[in-house]
């Protein structure tokens, strides 16, 4: 079947390894991961689908996992979040009614199921640790509805330098946000980046927080793990490093959202790469 005539399909990895890896399943969606300067491990999992649905309409997922860097298993933890959770958001998108209830309950229904899967796979052993953060985007023609455990984060950025930040960091510096502090000081407190909210084995509360919003302008989704985020994090600052990729739309051989992508993990990577980096690109109108 070609890329043309299919419904929704994951996307495959076509550069590299699991450490550093690029994912280009389309010209207006794709992504990139990279283990950044300071780990010898990849714990960021990326996972893309996009394609043409039943109606004919381009439609995308993207699923990002971040391991939590305590726990023993979490790179294993991460990448079965990932896929699953793309999987099943996939299957819904191509068959529910898109209505945004029904869309939210699919939204939850990929945190239970990538949730039960990452503790399936732990097993039974009480000494192995399996965590794992999870971001879900789902994209249709006309809205993008956005699910979140942890402090991953998902931003729009319009053509005109717009932006919003369409996730709620499930973390000590969101709290403190939330209680009045500035973002600047919040996020460069001490245990800033420590999460409230998780998936794996224990795991309390494993429901996303769910945010929907309409698409009526061209522009960009970006998905993206703290390895970014943590250089450029309130939306203006990240709408401008994007905008300044944008327009450099002359490296051949990957489409313009893996390119776009790989330019944003090369840019973490310059500024420290104190992290992992992964982010996830699409563009909208799908076209």
């Not at 990139?32 to 990326?46: C, E, W, Y």
């Not at 998108?93 to 939204?107: G, H, I, S």
């Not at 996020?187 to 919003?213: N, R, V, Y």
């Amino acid at each position: 079947m070609s890329e043309s005539d299919s419904r929704v399909h994951n996307a495959t990895q076509v550069v590299g390894d699991r450490d550093s890896f690029v994912l280009r399943p389309t010209p207006w969606a794709g992504g990139a991961s990279d283990l950044g300067l300071r780990h010898v491990i990849n714990q960021d999992a990326l996972a893309i689908a996009a394609g043409g649905d039943q109606l004919g309409e381009n439609t995308a997922v993207v699923t990002l996992s971040d391991g939590v860097s305590t726990s023993e298993y979490s790179e294993f933890a991460a990448k079965v979040a990932a896929d699953s959770a793309c999987q099943t958001l996939a299957a819904a998108l191509d068959t529910v009614d898109r209505r945004p209830e029904n869309l939210a309950v699919a939204m939850v229904d990929a945190f239970i199921t990538a949730n039960a899967e990452v503790v399936m796979q732990a097993g039974p052993n009480p000494g192995i640790s399996w965590a794992c953060t999870l971001i879900c985007v789902a994209v249709t023609p006309d809205q993008v509805l956005v699910g979140n455990a942890g402090d991953s984060r998902c931003y729009w950025i319009d053509d005109d330098g717009n932006a919003l930040l369409l996730s709620a960091d499930d973390s000590v510096a969101a709290a403190r946000m939330r209680a009045g502090m500035s973002r600047e000081e919040a996020e460069s407190g001490a245990d800033a980046h420590a999460i409230t909210k998780w998936l794996g084995p224990g795991a309390l509360d494993i429901m996303p927080s769910i945010q929907t919003f309409d698409l009526v302008r061209p522009g960009w989704i970006l998905a993206c793990s703290d390895g970014l985020w943590n250089y450029a994090s309130s939306p203006r600052e990240m709408a401008e490093l994007l905008h300044g990729f944008v327009s450099k739309r002359s490296d051949a051989g990957l489409s313009e959202a893996a390119m776009v992508s790989s330019k944003l993990v090369e840019w973490a990577k310059s500024n420290g790469g104190r992290d992992n980096i992964s982010v996830g690109l699409v563009r909208v109108p799908m076209e």
